[in-house]
T-cell receptor
Framework: LAKTTQPISMDSYEGQEVNITCSHN???????ITWYQQFPSQGPRFIIQ?????VTNEVASLFIPADRKSSTLSLPRVSLSDTAVYYC????????????WGLGTSLAVNP | DTAVSQTPKYLVTQMGNDKSIKCEQN?????MYWYKQDSKKFLKIMFS???????INETVPNRFSPKSPDKAHLNLHINSLELGDSAVYFC?????????????FGPGTRLLVL
């Protein structure tokens, strides 16, 4: 059963690249890794998903090493509007589809 | 054209009362979920339904009873509300409930039990 661990909070400044790492040591072969973003007073929304190696979309990049025991969400050149909580999610395909959410990383982007 | 909607948005009530939260999705998804988010932002899944059938039932008090009249609706009824039930409750849906599918969340219902 995969368990996820991520930093509680991070601080950054506008224009910087931010990397948030999630550890999932017991990830199973078929599990996907998904990251969600949550703004205050809103529900989480999908950012990016990967299985292995690197995935990039218009919002972020996701780096997953070969052993898949961690994943790193990379936000290029953050702005104030990227201030949010970021969740790492691993869905355990083999255990009644159990959803293992991280506790979330609260990112504060400062001017 | 809201994809996942919840009512009410805010709910303030007294201990011991019974209340319901409603959720509807117009995405044509088969699977719907209820989550509880506490003050520390911890997201905990409570229930999941696939085509009106319960597929995930985490360890929650039996005061919480989900009901799915059809696959577009998943309501949550809470009996004998307690102070610890105060939280934000999110409804979500995904296409088939398969691993890796994107979940679409509603705006949340903020429940305060006094």
């Amino acid at each position: 059963l995969a368990k996820t661990t991520q930093p509680i909070s991070m601080d950054s400044y506008e224009g910087q690249e931010v990397n948030i790492t999630c550890s999932h040591n017991n990830i199973a072969t078929n599990d996907y890794i998904t990251w969600y973003q949550q703004f205050p007073s809103q529900g989480p929304r999908f950012i990016i998903q990967g299985y292995k190696t690197k995935v990039t979309n218009e919002v972020a990049s996701l780096f997953i090493p070969a052993d898949r025991k961690s994943s790193t969400l990379s936000l290029p050149r953050v702005s104030l509007s990227d201030t949010a909580v970021y969740y790492c999610l691993v869905q355990d395909a083999g255990n009644n589809r159990k959803l293992i959410w991280g506790l979330g990383t609260s990112l504060a982007v400062n001017p | 054209d809201t994809a996942v909607s919840q009512t009410p948005k805010y709910l303030v009530t007294q201990m011991g009362n019974d209340k319901s939260i409603k959720c509807e999705q117009n995405l044509g998804h088969d699977t719907m979920y209820w989550y509880k988010q506490d003050s520390k932002k911890f997201l905990k899944i409570m229930f999941s339904y696939n085509n009106k059938e319960l597929i995930i039932n985490e360890t929650v008090p039996n005061r919480f009873s989900p009901k799915s009249p059809d696959k577009a609706h998943l309501n949550l009824h809470i009996n004998s509300l307690e102070l610890g039930d105060s939280a934000v409750y999110f409804c979500a849906s995904s296409l088939r409930g398969r691993p890796g599918e994107t979940q679409y969340f509603g705006p949340g219902t903020r429940l305060l039990v006094l």
